[in-house]
């Protein structure tokens, strides 16, 4: 405004003195990535006479499906409120305020009993539902299932084929300089790297979301990587951003939830006995404890396929005056959930700007995981793709597996879930998760899955049992991801 009232401001000139304005003031480039995000966020428009809940997932059969597995969910979250006699929510009493904020910093420490308390459900309880999920209008009976589909997943969703992933994931060409890769013939490989680096360090300089975004398809460098993630999500830690994760801490501290003793559970159960994320036990409490609370999270709902929980106020069930959503961010935390933020540590240390790339992951990828839906992304989509791909490329594997009872999408769900966060090795895993920032799809956690089976292969058709097909998978910590992802991509025959 102070701008618009200088004499020299001409009414007939007005547009493009903005135009300057926002080019020389950096203005320009944040509303720019600030568009970028919402696009790579929001769902394309759908038809104006499409109903508002096809934009949450256009399948009848899917939302009825969801719709069924959030009320058991719930249903086991009550019966453990009710066992326990805990209530939902509660204000903490003044003293065990002040302790919580004393040892906030070393949550860790703290031992409390939590005996009495069970994840509200595993993945493994999760796959049992998606098998059992059928379009009601290829339901006659007499037809075998559709297109012969050996697999666990009997739903006839469209999944890409190697041709068209290859088409996707062209950057991860043979031919294509990767960090990730140690021997690529083409370029050798510090050559490539101190190349990549310096484009890298121009990418950050130029703060542009969308040349980010291209940049990581090759993979990130160790130093630019926080840098970069943080670019692509739009996320700079404002003064406002660290007052609202302050906000978010001081209503920890004031309010006790039950999912904070699901949340202790789930840390002490998965991140406390891993190698890689043990040490950072603290920030995920803090993390995750913050995220319960955070109504912005509601927001993901639009385009998720998933309707948050409410819970009313003590006698007054039913009516809607009274209700509110539970947990607050509407999303129960589940076995392995922790996950999720766990390798996020390695970069962020700040607790503020860690828990900001976290929601923004969680938004825009993590919560697919764990819903049901049609989404390309989402994880009916990535079980239907890991088996496609197996079945067509390694049918005698395949086949073999499914005769000793040991199908493949029963040992690979679990990575698929957590995007093998505490299955591979953390370099790895970050190289990973660079492409799906880079390509923003979670299909290629489908197409390392049938990788990591390709690369398995001659051990797994010897074995003769689950348990046995189990061992020879127990340990993906060696693996090495680009080389599996191009070797499967790019030198299957098709």
């Known amino acids: 405004m102070v701008s618009l009232h200088k004499p020299e401001i001409k009414l007939e000139s007005l547009k493009e003195d903005i135009k300057d304005f926002l080019k020389t003031s950096g203005w320009e480039k944040k509303l720019q990535n600030a568009v970028y995000s919402e696009l790579n966020v929001f769902?394309?428009?759908?038809?104006?006479?499409?109903?508002?809940?096809?934009?949450?997932?256009?399948?009848?059969?899917?939302?009825?499906?969801?719709?069924?597995?959030?009320?058991?969910?719930?249903?086991?979250?009550?019966?453990?409120?009710?066992?326990?006699?805990?209530?939902?929510?509660?204000k903490r009493p003044a003293n065990e305020q002040k302790e919580l904020l004393n040892k906030w910093n070393e949550m860790g420490t703290d031992e409390p009993?939590?005996?009495?308390?069970?994840?509200?459900?595993?993945?493994?309880?999760?796959?049992?539902?998606?098998?059992?999920?059928r379009n009601p209008n290829y339901e006659n009976g007499e037809q075998p299932s559709f297109?012969?589909?050996?697999?666990?997943?009997?739903?006839?969703?469209?999944?890409?084929?190697?041709?068209?992933l290859k088409e996707d994931f062209n950057e991860l060409g043979l031919n294509i300089g990767q960090l990730g890769i140690d021997d690529s013939a083409q370029v050798p490989p510090e050559f490539f790297e101190n190349e990549h680096v310096r484009v890298g360090q121009k990418v950050l300089a130029e703060q542009d979301s969308?040349?980010?975004q291209q940049y990581v398809r090759q993979g990130c460098p160790t130093a630019l990587r926080a840098d970069l993630w943080a670019?692509?999500?739009?996320?700079?830690?404002?003064?406002?951003?660290?007052?609202?994760?302050?906000?978010?801490?001081?209503?920890?501290?004031q309010h006790d939830l039950l999912v904070d003793s699901l949340i202790y559970k789930d840390v002490k159960l998965t991140a406390s006995n891993d190698d890689y994320y043990f040490v950072f036990e603290d920030y995920l409490y803090q993390v995750l404890l913050c995220f319960s609370r955070d109504t912005s999270v509601l927001e993901h709902f639009t385009y998720s396929s998933a309707t948050p929980p409410k819970s009313y106020i003590q006698g007054k069930l039913g009516m809607e005056e009274y209700a509110?959503?539970?947990?607050?961010?509407?999303?129960?935390?589940?076995?392995?959930?922790?996950?999720?933020?766990?390798?996020?540590?390695?970069?962020?240390h700040e607790p503020s700007k860690l828990y900001q790339i976290f929601r923004e992951m969680y938004v825009r990828f993590f919560f697919r995981l764990?819903?049901?839906?049609?989404?390309?992304?989402?994880?009916?989509?990535?079980?239907?793709?890991f088996e496609t791909l197996l079945q067509t490329h390694l049918p005698q594997l395949f086949y073999h597996l499914r005769e000793i009872g040991a199908q493949p999408l029963?040992?690979?769900?679990?990575?698929?879930?957590?995007?093998?966060?505490?299955?591979?090795?953390?370099?790895?895993?970050?190289?990973?998760w660079d492409r799906i920032l880079g390509y923003n799809s979670l299909e290629i956690l489908a197409v390392l899955a049938a990788a990591v089976f390709a690369f398995r292969a001659v051990n797994l058709m010897e074995v003769t049992s689950l348990a046995a097909a189990e061992a020879v998978l127990a340990d993906l910590s060696t693996l090495k991801v680009m080389p599996l992802l191009q070797i499967f991509l790019f030198a299957t025959v098709t």
């Open 43 to 90: 769902p394309s428009p759908c038809h104006p006479a499409a109903p508002p809940e096809h934009i949450k997932e256009p399948l009848a059969y899917m939302r009825k499906a969801q719709g069924s597995w959030e009320k058991r969910i719930l249903k086991s979250l009550n019966s453990m409120c009710t066992e326990l006699n805990i209530p939902l929510a509660q």
């Open 113 to 133: 009993d939590l005996s009495l308390f069970r994840p509200v459900y595993a993945p493994k309880d999760f796959l049992e539902v998606l098998m059992n999920l």
């Open 147 to 164: 297109r012969n589909h050996l697999g666990l997943i009997q739903v006839p969703l469209k999944v890409k084929d190697i041709p068209e």
């Open 210 to 212: 969308a040349a980010a």
């Open 231 to 253: 670019l692509i999500l739009n996320i700079s830690n404002q003064p406002e951003d660290i007052l609202y994760y302050e906000q978010l801490k001081s209503n920890v501290i």
């Open 324 to 348: 509110v959503f539970y947990p607050p961010n509407g999303v129960i935390p589940f076995h392995g959930f922790s996950m999720y933020v766990a390798p996020l540590c390695f970069l962020y």
């Open 370 to 385: 764990h819903s049901i839906s049609s989404h390309p992304s989402g994880i009916v989509s990535l079980c239907l793709l």
């Open 410 to 432: 029963r040992i690979s769900f679990k990575w698929m879930v957590r995007a093998f966060s505490g299955y591979l090795a953390t370099d790895q895993l970050l190289l990973l």
